[in-house]
């Protein structure tokens, strides 16, 4: 092929698989495998002295002191070494210093409001990593056990050495060979999905693959010390990722000898197509980076994945010694449908698996299709269900022996599959009306439970949390029921449905709050001071616990408790499920009237609030002026 009919073939390429490879190739570049001028539009846009960087970086290496007077200048660094020379206890009082500066600063409003220091788990968590008060506790420890400074300053060097190579030589040094495969793929097949990223954990060849690209670095790095080297043997070594990436079970020896052999005459003629791209890298300097980016990096890459092809062809052809180890024909062609059919059996009951004889109409249609509920638990539900399930089974098959993506049954090394779970859970359902009410009071409990059970245990108070007074808080019930319905089609892709999951109960969070704040003119929560949240409403903690919970929802709790509730007689569940709804509405009425107010609930002046020792301070030193109203409140 000529080079012009390279770049047609990468153009489509891309287009064909544009999500994937972009994945791959922005993996790359945050990465620094490859690509690395591609961010540079980042370092365009947020340059070093920039406030914005200037005021991140003051809140986060505590360079002034509000607390003190005076400058103060200690570092986490200084807190590490003032402990490794011995100075525990100075090292502590330093530690404490940079968390208080940092917790002190959230409360005054200084700093990145989303960057918040002073409440919650995540907080907790950046306060002992960024004032070494994490690594105070594990050199105190070392030293009572009886270890020398010398001894514990060697174990944290080693220990940081082998963090930096393991994931250096597990993840940067063979992503290479990843991205290569995911190339060559694309060039045949319509659907790579992102599980393609494990090829090499299938096949069991992750660290054989690991060994060869690190051989393949040190070689060339030894041969960039002579000048012609540096130029001839990166040509010579080009192939080795994409020999590997066709076969990871190659040794290194054999994968780089046949990379040399395979250029032999055509490296000059690899280094005329990587230039002809001149104008493309020119584009991408004009755009920071931006183009190379978005098109020019997976551009590129295609062209010379093809280029791969079709001097792997060329070899196969004159029968080059090694050529044996190039032996995955089906990363080159589809194969016939007869065979993948043979091979994937099962993908044929498909067209066998008779579809259930379900017939929703109206209002009974949009609700079953759209939001998965059904107005009572038909018989024909649990025919529906095995047929979901069934069909998840057989879907990435029948994209197989469709041709549209990669048979690893074809290939010379076979990919092993996870192990089947002995109780499969139909997820894939429609939950009848009782059912969701039921469990809307269930989630709800489990709500009021949680947060009651979490003040029960920081702060050693009863307090009956939310609005109402009966036990459950419904934005868990509505949350959980929301999930189960206006996400339900994307219960099939559980990726795709964690992230909605987190959009929804985001919303759903921020707009409660918002309405409660103005219905009601007080706050029931407020996240200010917590990383990562927005106008203290919803915050990042929040939102990844939701998304983990509502997760366990989907796939696990609904489910199983579905499966009982269904046991249950509607001429018991009916009564149940009017008498709860009952009391519901007396409560919510009666709180619109009376709202749950007190210390644990609507006591939230920002990141300030410390629920304990506000009533203790105001208490104890009543002759003080009280500025607060909640002081007044209290004492």
Request: hydrophobic share 45%; proline share 3%; glycine share 6%.
């Amino acid at each position: 092929m000529t080079r012009r009919e390279l770049k047609k073939e990468a153009k489509h390429i891309v287009r064909k698989n544009y999500a994937i490879l972009l994945v791959v190739c922005v993996t790359a570049a945050f990465m620094g495998t490859e690509f690395g001028g591609s961010l540079d539009f980042i370092k365009q846009a947020r340059p070093d002295d920039s406030p914005e960087i200037q005021q991140l970086q003051e809140a986060e290496n505590v360079v002034t002191s509000g607390a003190t007077e005076g400058i103060y200048n200690d570092t986490t660094m200084d807190v590490i070494f003032t402990a490794l020379s011995g100075e525990i206890g100075q090292s502590r009082e330093m530690s404490k210093k940079l968390k208080d500066e940092a917790v002190a600063r959230t409360k005054n409003g200084e700093g990145n409001s989303v960057l918040g220091r002073s409440r919650g788990l995540l907080a907790k968590a950046a306060n002992n990593i960024m004032s070494g008060a994490i690594f105070v506790k594990t050199i105190s420890a070392a030293e009572k056990i009886g270890m020398s400074t010398s001894a514990i300053m060697a174990v944290f060097i080693i220990l940081a050495l082998l963090v930096f190579l393991s994931f250096w030589f597990f993840l940067v040094n063979m992503y290479t060979a990843v991205s290569r495969r995911i190339f060559l793929e694309c060039r045949i097949y319509e659907r790579v999905t992102i599980q393609r990223f494990l090829v090499f954990i299938h096949v069991r060849k992750w660290c054989k693959v690991a060994c060869a690209m690190f051989m393949t670095t040190m070689l060339h790095v030894l041969w960039s010390f002579t000048i012609a080297g540096f130029f001839i043997k990166r040509y010579s070594y080009f192939l080795v990722p994409y020999i590997l990436a066709e076969n990871p079970d190659a040794g290194w020896k054999e994968a780089i000898s046949l990379s040399r052999k395979i250029m032999q005459g055509h490296k000059w003629e690899c280094f005329i197509l990587e230039a002809s791209f001149f104008w493309w890298y020119m584009l991408g300097m004009i755009t920071f980076g931006l183009s190379d980016l978005f098109f020019t990096n997976m551009y590129k890459t295609a062209a010379l994945t093809g280029y791969y092809a079709e001097l792997r062809q060329q070899t196969i052809e004159r029968q080059t010694s090694g050529f044996e180890i190039l032996n995955d024909r089906y990363l080159y062609v589809k194969a016939d449908r007869q065979l993948l059919e043979s091979r994937y059996p099962e993908a044929a009951e498909m067209e066998r698996l008779p579809e259930p004889d379900i017939h929703y109409k109206g209002i009974a249609g949009f609700l079953a299709n759209v939001l998965g509920i059904t107005v009572i638990n038909r018989r024909d539900e649990a025919e529906y269900e095995a047929y979901e399930a069934k069909q998840l089974q057989l879907r990435n098959m029948e994209a197989i022996v469709d041709g549209l993506s990669y048979p690893g049954r074809l290939s010379a090394i076979p990919e092993h599959s996870k192990n089947k779970r002995v109780a499969h859970i139909r997820y894939m359902r429609h939950y009848s009306i009782p059912s969701l009410i039921m469990m809307f009071f269930i989630f709800s409990f489990i709500g009021w439970l949680w947060e009651v059970s979490l003040h029960l245990i920081l702060d050693g108070v009863f307090v009956n949390r939310g609005v109402m007074y009966g036990p459950w808080l419904p934005i868990y019930g509505a949350g959980g029921i929301l999930i189960l319905t206006l996400l339900s089609r994307f219960r099939s892709n559980p990726a795709a449905c964690f992230i909605a999951i987190e959009i929804l109960c985001g919303f759903v969070e921020y707009f409660t709050s918002y309405y409660l704040e103005s219905t009601y003119g007080q706050k029931w929560w407020d996240y200010s001071g917590y990383f990562l949240n927005l106008n203290g409403r919803i915050c990042a903690e929040g939102l990844i616990t939701f998304a983990i919970g509502g997760m366990a929802i989907v796939y696990l709790l609904a489910p199983l408790i579905d499966n009982h509730l269904r046991k249950i007689n509607y001429k018991i569940a009916i009564p149940v499920c009017v008498f709860l709804l009952g009391v519901f509405m007396a409560d919510h009425f009666y709180s619109a009237a009376h709202p749950n107010e007190g210390k644990g609930v609507t006591d939230y002046s920002g990141a300030s609030i410390q629920y304990l020792s506000i009533e203790d301070t105001c208490c104890l030193n009543t002759s003080q002026e009280r500025t607060s109203e909640k002081c007044w409140q209290y004492c």
